[in-house]
């Protein structure tokens, strides 16, 4: 049964409708290979029991004709993403034994597109951090591991940590992710899969645990590109329960694959090249700078001139917001809490136990940088950086169709590395940060190994709503790369 | 008439500036599909939204907008047409999301006016401020446990509407007079019923003093949810001393938020400046800025009702009333629409009469409301008629009244059940004029010398002696002819 899991999504979906296999089939061998893999620490929760229902429901409707776009394809939910009936933690202490009595819009539909969710994915707690190592539930390990000297397990980047880890090591075949910063990019990247940040507005927020609501973003991660459009297609589309998902028609991403990049002119931001870039990242940018052009695209130099501006930016927009919207847990009514002599010493107890040193540190830089008399000097001037962050962007896509750059600034690193250094463990996001500020889509392609054997990834930047455009380019690269994707384990 | 507050040092005037939390009438909450009606059993009208759950996203309701568009209308104020909501951020049971979703520094209503009607009969303007749209919190409960606190969320998240005036008002007479006005012209819109007591209309008093002839603002002190009229001038009168006796014995005002306790009939320290909250306003990311475009408020002006003082300007000239009986008839929209029925092709200065002394008085003693009136404005009307053309007299009409209060019956037959039909055959009148004059040579003697006045006392007597019936201008007339013959 093994080799059911090194299918990819596409593979699957046209193998289930010929009844090559059933989707309890393909459930079951997902559910072994969790089962076999168990060390990574990918799930929070597990729901074996739940997905053999809904893929027995998948082989009667494929059977009846009644397939969906997912019909059975097993997939993994970050654990960010309320599901009815299902514990929904966000890797917290503090929202222990949560269970809503909700669906977010997301997940709902995937369910209704017929996907089998396995489980719910370990993360960053609220979805804060690069690595995966702020769970209350643990860290999460990388499937890869470095050639030669130790055997150190790796970080799977963050905060998607657990998704990236499950696609990557086939447990899944497909998990949704959250972006604010890099979440969904910079894990692809360290787990060599594909992740899919859609335009600001494209998936609706709806159900979703917030982290910082003008960043939170929703998207795929497979390990191909084709998977990941068409797992972006059930995702989006307007929501009116949520007020800042766009009406935009939702097009057939998958429908532009193999159109290829001939024509389209490639922005190369000279921003993203810093003295002291990684030679190996800087190496493979240059690759896939090549690869683009071999296939026909032109080479444009852009400048992203507010680019040094963007990561202290994104610290303080999203502490801000996230200190608010952290504000709910406050153990009155739902999730974990500390009994106290007071209301407010009760607050403090419970908020106490319940966040880890990472949200505390970012409740408290939001709750300052939104304080009296410090407003205008953060908060405010963030706001006005951010909009000119936007602006680089809009001009540049005046002379590009499309921008490519490295997705991280390194490979992935072991458990234990930069923990004591929270700046460090913020620069992870250098390169991705921007285009979450400015709202637009981007994507991380695997197209190399370092000389450890580690997997590198490149992002594609385009106009916001134009992720079809970013298909096509990511299409080429994967293409071009011949990234040796890991197989079933 | 200036309010002064007579001190050792001089005289003092009083500033104050309110905030009305106004709920707005509406079906659903400002920002969920949850029920905004009043009196569920606790925790009936809850959504996910209003729970603060997790991943629950806000989305305006329209007509929570186009209700604080109205208002802003009503108030003769600036409409923005651009606007953005922003969260107060803070800590409390009843207080689901950790914030409240409120509007700070770009409000959906800017500058407008209302007018006061004081007791002279005199008027005064006094400046808004601003109009915006918020949440209203839950509810706690203290005192079903001994260590427990209970939390009803049925109002959290129902829309408020906060209207903050300037700090223009100078006497608790004022405050007691804008209140009024403010609920009279809510009403009027139907974007607030208004309640005090159910809680639907709620006051803050913004409180400072300065000595008469001062022009700058002297530190202010807040008092938070007043729930009647009456105690928030009490509260304003009580504040206002309160800060004279300590300028005067040397002291000074700490800007604070204090509390009216009715029962003792004074305020007190609620909340010091130190134990302020900050609020770290930020505009909400869950919601768009909201716009609309002039279209929509012209939608909404077209569907407005002629206001409390257009229609008493227009009561005033169009039928010649007092300033005063306008007051009355305007300050509830039913009242002048009653009236007007009344009033339709008849003597209006004697309808408002009757509107506000006969009727109102009969109300007030039942406790109905102009709604309930057991007397139809048609009916009333009718009763005028009957005085008009004669057919009864000023004191049958009194009499018939009361037998429609009692009966709900129609004048006219009323008029025919109780005989009250005025006596229009001159001869029947004459017999009794004759009677009454024969019956009081003395008084004819006196009449004759000179001594008008007795005129009055021979009307009164043939009046009795026709039970009322006769028609008071023909006894008078007839009487006039026989004495001076």
Same mark, same amino acid.
Request: proline residues 4%.
């Given at each position: 049964m093994t080799e059911l899991t090194s299918f990819t999504i596409a593979q699957a979906r046209d193998r289930l409708l010929r009844k090559e296999f059933s989707a309890l089939e393909l459930t079951e061998a997902h559910l072994a290979s969790m089962e076999r893999n168990k060390d990574f620490n990918a799930f929070i929760t597990t729901t074996p029991e739940l997905a053999r229902e809904r893929a027995k429901a998948s082989d009667e409707r494929i059977a009846a004709g009644k397939a969906g776009a997912l019909e059975g394809i097993p997939l993994g939910i970050k654990d960010l993403f309320c599901t009815e009936g299902v514990m929904t933690t966000a890797a917290s202490h503090i929202l222990d034994a949560f269970t809503p009595r909700y669906e977010s819009t997301v997940s709902q539909k995937l369910r209704d597109a017929g996907s089998v969710m396995l489980g719910k994915m370990n993360l960053d707690e609220f979805a804060m951090g690069s690595s995966n190592i702020t769970s209350y539930y643990g860290p999460v390990k990388n499937p890869w591991k470095a050639k030669g000297g130790s055997n150190a397990d790796l970080v799977p980047g963050g905060s998607s940590g657990g998704s990236s880890a499950a696609v990557s090591g086939h447990l899944v075949m497909g998990a949704t992710g959250t972006d604010t910063g890099g979440s969904i990019r910079q894990p692809a990247a360290f787990t060599g899969i594909v992740g899919v940040k859609p335009t600001y507005g494209r998936c609706s927020r709806w159900g979703v645990v917030a982290f910082a609501s003008s960043l939170d973003q929703a998207g795929p991660m497979t390990r191909t590109v084709r998977d990941a459009a068409i797992m972006l297609k059930v995702m989006c589309g307007h929501d009116a329960k949520d007020s800042t998902s766009s009406q935009m028609a939702v097009p057939d991403f998958e429908a532009v694959l193999g159109q290829g990049v001939k024509g389209l002119r490639i922005g190369i931001p000279k921003e993203y090249r810093p003295d002291g870039l990684n030679a190996e990242v800087d190496a493979l940018w240059n690759k896939g700078i090549g690869w683009l052009q071999d296939a026909g695209a032109t080479i444009v130099d852009i400048s992203l001139p507010h680019t040094k501006y963007a990561l202290p930016t994104y610290y303080i927009v999203a502490p801000a917001e996230a200190s608010s919207n952290l504000a709910r847990y406050d153990g009155v009514r739902f999730g974990l809490r500390q009994d106290g002599k007071s209301l407010d010493d009760m607050y403090a107890k419970t908020r106490a136990a319940g966040f880890g040193a990472e949200v505390k540190r970012r409740i408290l830089i939001g709750t300052y940088v939104l304080s009296a008399g410090y407003y205008d000097a953060y908060y405010l001037k963030a706001q006005k950086v951010r909009a000119l962050i936007a602006k680089d962007f809009t001009d540049a896509f005046k002379k590009c169709d499309a921008i490519l750059t %490295?997705?991280? %600034?390194?490979a992935a690193f072991a458990i234990g590395e930069k923990m004591d250094d929270p700046v460090a463990m913020y620069l992870n996001d250098v390169f991705t940060v921007p285009a979450s500020l400015a709202g637009i889509p981007g994507a991380s392609v695997p197209a190399g190994l370092t000389a450890e054997g580690l997997p590198l990834g490149l992002q594609v930047l385009t106009k916001s709503w134009d992720e079809e455009t970013m298909f096509r380019v990511c299409q080429t690269l994967e293409e071009s790369a011949q990234f040796p994707t890991l197989g079933a384990l | 008439m200036s309010y002064i507050l007579k001190g050792e040092t001089g005289d003092w005037e009083v500033v104050i500036g309110l905030e009305v939390h106004a709920q707005v009438i509406s079906k659903a909450k400002l920002f969920s599909g949850a029920s905004a009606d009043f009196g569920a059993g606790p925790n009936e009208h809850v959504s996910f939204i209003d729970a603060g759950m997790p991943g629950m996203l806000p989305v305006i309701n329209e007509r929570c907008v186009e209700q604080a568009v109205r208002t802003g209308l009503g108030l003769k104020a600036q409409i923005n047409k651009r606007s953005v909501f922003a969260r107060k951020n803070y800590f409390y049971a009843d207080l689901p999301q950790g914030y409240q979703i409120s509007q700070y520094d770009q409000p959906i209503v800017g500058e407008g006016t209302l007018v006061l009607d004081l007791a002279d009969g005199s008027t005064r303007a006094i400046g808004i401020e601003r109009l915006h749209l918020e949440q209203d919190a839950g509810k706690s409960i203290h005192d079903m446990h001994g260590t427990k606190s209970f939390i009803d969320?049925? #109002?959290?998240g129902v829309a408020l509407m906060e209207i903050v005036s300037k700090p223009d008002l100078r006497s608790p007479e004022e405050v007691g007079a804008y209140l009024k006005k403010m609920r009279s012209i809510l009403r009027y819109l139907g974007t607030c019923d208004g309640n005090m007591e159910e809680g639907s209309m709620r006051c803050d008093a913004n409180v400072s003093v300065r000595p008469v002839g001062a022009t700058e603002l002297r530190t202010r002190c807040e008092i938070k949810n007043v729930n009647s009229v009456r105690f928030v001038m009490q509260a304003v009168e009580y504040e206002a001393r309160r800060h004279v006796d300590v300028y005067e014995s040397g002291g000074k005002i700490d800007q604070e938020t204090r509390l009216y306790d009715s029962n003792k009939g004074e305020t007190r320290t609620m909340r010091s400046k130190e134990m302020a909250? &900050? *609020? #770290? *306003?930020?505009? &909400?990311? &869950?919601l768009q800025p909201l716009e609309f475009d002039d279209a929509f408020v012209e939608s909404i002006r077209k569907t407005l009702p002629e206001l409390p003082d257009d229609k008493k300007a227009r009561f005033i000239s169009a039928y010649g009333l007092s300033a005063y009986d306008a007051d009355v008839l305007v300050s509830e929209r039913e009242n002048g629409e009653f009236f007007e029925v009344v009033a339709k092709g008849r003597d209006a200065k004697q309808a408002a009469n009757w509107v506000n002394t006969n009727l109102f008085a009969v109300l007030n003693k039942k406790g109905l409301s102009i709604a309930e009136s057991p007397v139809s404005a048609a009916n009333l009307g009718r009763l005028l008629d009957l005085i008009a053309d004669n057919t009864i007299s000023g004191r049958q009409a009194k009499e018939l009244f009361e037998a429609m209060v009692e009966t709900g019956k129609d004048a006219d037959v009323l008029v025919s059940e109780l005989g009250l039909k005025q006596m229009t055959d001159t001869s029947a009148i004459e017999a009794a004029v004759d009677q009454v004059l024969a019956a009081n040579t003395e008084k004819v003697e006196q009449f004759r010398a000179?001594?008008?006045?007795v005129l009055g006392w021979f009307v009164g007597q043939v009046m009795k002696a026709t039970q009322g019936k006769a028609n008071p201008a023909t006894c008078s007339d007839l009487l006039r002819k026989k004495l001076a013959s």
């Amino acid at each position: 049964m093994t080799e059911l899991t090194s299918f990819t999504i596409a593979q699957a979906r046209d193998r289930l409708l010929r009844k090559e296999f059933s989707a309890l089939e393909l459930t079951e061998a997902h559910l072994a290979s969790m089962e076999r893999n168990k060390d990574f620490n990918a799930f929070i929760t597990t729901t074996p029991e739940l997905a053999r229902e809904r893929a027995k429901a998948s082989d009667e409707r494929i059977a009846a004709g009644k397939a969906g776009a997912l019909e059975g394809i097993p997939l993994g939910i970050k654990d960010l993403f309320c599901t009815e009936g299902v514990m929904t933690t966000a890797a917290s202490h503090i929202l222990d034994a949560f269970t809503p009595r909700y669906e977010s819009t997301v997940s709902q539909k995937l369910r209704d597109a017929g996907s089998v969710m396995l489980g719910k994915m370990n993360l960053d707690e609220f979805a804060m951090g690069s690595s995966n190592i702020t769970s209350y539930y643990g860290p999460v390990k990388n499937p890869w591991k470095a050639k030669g000297g130790s055997n150190a397990d790796l970080v799977p980047g963050g905060s998607s940590g657990g998704s990236s880890a499950a696609v990557s090591g086939h447990l899944v075949m497909g998990a949704t992710g959250t972006d604010t910063g890099g979440s969904i990019r910079q894990p692809a990247a360290f787990t060599g899969i594909v992740g899919v940040k859609p335009t600001y507005g494209r998936c609706s927020r709806w159900g979703v645990v917030a982290f910082a609501s003008s960043l939170d973003q929703a998207g795929p991660m497979t390990r191909t590109v084709r998977d990941a459009a068409i797992m972006l297609k059930v995702m989006c589309g307007h929501d009116a329960k949520d007020s800042t998902s766009s009406q935009m028609a939702v097009p057939d991403f998958e429908a532009v694959l193999g159109q290829g990049v001939k024509g389209l002119r490639i922005g190369i931001p000279k921003e993203y090249r810093p003295d002291g870039l990684n030679a190996e990242v800087d190496a493979l940018w240059n690759k896939g700078i090549g690869w683009l052009q071999d296939a026909g695209a032109t080479i444009v130099d852009i400048s992203l001139p507010h680019t040094k501006y963007a990561l202290p930016t994104y610290y303080i927009v999203a502490p801000a917001e996230a200190s608010s919207n952290l504000a709910r847990y406050d153990g009155v009514r739902f999730g974990l809490r500390q009994d106290g002599k007071s209301l407010d010493d009760m607050y403090a107890k419970t908020r106490a136990a319940g966040f880890g040193a990472e949200v505390k540190r970012r409740i408290l830089i939001g709750t300052y940088v939104l304080s009296a008399g410090y407003y205008d000097a953060y908060y405010l001037k963030a706001q006005k950086v951010r909009a000119l962050i936007a602006k680089d962007f809009t001009d540049a896509f005046k002379k590009c169709d499309a921008i490519l750059t %490295p997705t991280a %600034p390194t490979a992935a690193f072991a458990i234990g590395e930069k923990m004591d250094d929270p700046v460090a463990m913020y620069l992870n996001d250098v390169f991705t940060v921007p285009a979450s500020l400015a709202g637009i889509p981007g994507a991380s392609v695997p197209a190399g190994l370092t000389a450890e054997g580690l997997p590198l990834g490149l992002q594609v930047l385009t106009k916001s709503w134009d992720e079809e455009t970013m298909f096509r380019v990511c299409q080429t690269l994967e293409e071009s790369a011949q990234f040796p994707t890991l197989g079933a384990l | 008439m200036s309010y002064i507050l007579k001190g050792e040092t001089g005289d003092w005037e009083v500033v104050i500036g309110l905030e009305v939390h106004a709920q707005v009438i509406s079906k659903a909450k400002l920002f969920s599909g949850a029920s905004a009606d009043f009196g569920a059993g606790p925790n009936e009208h809850v959504s996910f939204i209003d729970a603060g759950m997790p991943g629950m996203l806000p989305v305006i309701n329209e007509r929570c907008v186009e209700q604080a568009v109205r208002t802003g209308l009503g108030l003769k104020a600036q409409i923005n047409k651009r606007s953005v909501f922003a969260r107060k951020n803070y800590f409390y049971a009843d207080l689901p999301q950790g914030y409240q979703i409120s509007q700070y520094d770009q409000p959906i209503v800017g500058e407008g006016t209302l007018v006061l009607d004081l007791a002279d009969g005199s008027t005064r303007a006094i400046g808004i401020e601003r109009l915006h749209l918020e949440q209203d919190a839950g509810k706690s409960i203290h005192d079903m446990h001994g260590t427990k606190s209970f939390i009803d969320l049925n #109002r959290a998240g129902v829309a408020l509407m906060e209207i903050v005036s300037k700090p223009d008002l100078r006497s608790p007479e004022e405050v007691g007079a804008y209140l009024k006005k403010m609920r009279s012209i809510l009403r009027y819109l139907g974007t607030c019923d208004g309640n005090m007591e159910e809680g639907s209309m709620r006051c803050d008093a913004n409180v400072s003093v300065r000595p008469v002839g001062a022009t700058e603002l002297r530190t202010r002190c807040e008092i938070k949810n007043v729930n009647s009229v009456r105690f928030v001038m009490q509260a304003v009168e009580y504040e206002a001393r309160r800060h004279v006796d300590v300028y005067e014995s040397g002291g000074k005002i700490d800007q604070e938020t204090r509390l009216y306790d009715s029962n003792k009939g004074e305020t007190r320290t609620m909340r010091s400046k130190e134990m302020a909250h &900050d *609020y #770290r *306003y930020f505009p &909400d990311p &869950d919601l768009q800025p909201l716009e609309f475009d002039d279209a929509f408020v012209e939608s909404i002006r077209k569907t407005l009702p002629e206001l409390p003082d257009d229609k008493k300007a227009r009561f005033i000239s169009a039928y010649g009333l007092s300033a005063y009986d306008a007051d009355v008839l305007v300050s509830e929209r039913e009242n002048g629409e009653f009236f007007e029925v009344v009033a339709k092709g008849r003597d209006a200065k004697q309808a408002a009469n009757w509107v506000n002394t006969n009727l109102f008085a009969v109300l007030n003693k039942k406790g109905l409301s102009i709604a309930e009136s057991p007397v139809s404005a048609a009916n009333l009307g009718r009763l005028l008629d009957l005085i008009a053309d004669n057919t009864i007299s000023g004191r049958q009409a009194k009499e018939l009244f009361e037998a429609m209060v009692e009966t709900g019956k129609d004048a006219d037959v009323l008029v025919s059940e109780l005989g009250l039909k005025q006596m229009t055959d001159t001869s029947a009148i004459e017999a009794a004029v004759d009677q009454v004059l024969a019956a009081n040579t003395e008084k004819v003697e006196q009449f004759r010398a000179g001594k008008e006045q007795v005129l009055g006392w021979f009307v009164g007597q043939v009046m009795k002696a026709t039970q009322g019936k006769a028609n008071p201008a023909t006894c008078s007339d007839l009487l006039r002819k026989k004495l001076a013959s």
